[in-house]
T-cell receptor, first 113, second 114 residues
Framework: GAVVSQHPSRVICKSGTSVKIECRSL??????MFWYRQFPKKSLMLMAT?????????EQGVEKDKFLINHASLTLSTLTVTSAHPEDSSFYIC?????????FGQGTRLTVV | QQQVKQSPQSLIVQKGGIPIINCAYE??????FPWYQQFPGKGPALLIA?????SEKKEGRFTISFNKSAKQFSLHIMDSQPGDSATYFC?????????????FGEGTQLTVNP
């Protein structure tokens, strides 16, 4: 099946710094990718829809200046958490559509200390 | 109207049992209903999906039952094994609109005891 690779799987950063998470579709082109946030024992919460070559669409309540999304190619989308704070600590997951199926990355555990 | 309600929140069965997880939706425009399995610290993986033109779909030990008039669908896991212990999410989307975004249920934590 199609593969979506997310990197890094785990990152610890200091409060106030920025962290970039990469999401790549390895064997298919994805014009649309999605970024989710997941709290412990909770469901996936859609943060934004990333569109290749255009601006991302953010869900209500998600700060676009804090969570910068870039979708520069058909196989790569990046999420940058800017000026991270401890409350940004979470599990971030990307997804890309291949046909009608959505394939998910392995997730990134972000810890802000 | 975009919500998908999932139950139960948690479920414990013995090996060989048949856990059943239920989901209900409101938006009749949804036309794609996948189920995902998620292990701790990992991203969700697609298990099985159904379109509303069929009432049942079976893949291996996993079966989706779909009731269009009731706007409900469920996942059955036959001959469950301890390795099936995970969190299961139902989802729904409109394939041709909304960027094909998925709306997820709240999740069910399944434990299969040996």
């Amino acid at each position: 099946g199609a593969v979506v690779s997310q990197h890094p799987s785990r990152v610890i950063c200091k409060s106030g710094t920025s962290v970039k998470i990469e999401c790549r579709s390895l064997d298919f082109q994805a014009t649309t990718m999605f970024w989710y946030r997941q709290f412990p024992k909770k469901s996936l919460m859609l943060m934004a829809t990333s569109n290749e070559g255009s601006k991302a669409t953010y869900e209500q309540g998600v700060e676009k200046d804090k969570f910068l999304i870039n979708h520069a190619s058909l196989t790569l989308s990046t999420l940058t958490v800017t000026s991270a704070h401890p409350e940004d600590s979470s599990f971030y997951i990307c997804s890309a559509r291949g046909g009608i199926q959505a394939f998910f990355g392995q997730g990134t555990r972000l810890t802000v200390v | 109207q975009q919500q998908v309600k999932q139950s139960p929140q948690s479920l414990i069965v013995q090996k060989g049992g048949i856990p059943i997880i239920n989901c209900a939706y409101e938006n009749t425009a949804f036309d794609y209903f996948p189920w995902y399995q998620q292990f701790p610290g990992k991203g969700p993986a697609l298990l099985i999906a159904i379109r509303p033109d069929v009432s049942e779909k079976k893949e291996g030990r996993f079966t989706i039952s779909f009731n269009k008039s009731a706007k409900q669908f469920s996942l059955h896991i036959m001959d469950s094994q301890p390795g099936d212990s995970a969190t299961y999410f139902c989802a729904a989307s409109m394939l041709e609109t909304s960027g094909s975004r998925l709306t997820f249920g709240e999740g069910t934590q399944l434990t299969v005891n040996p």
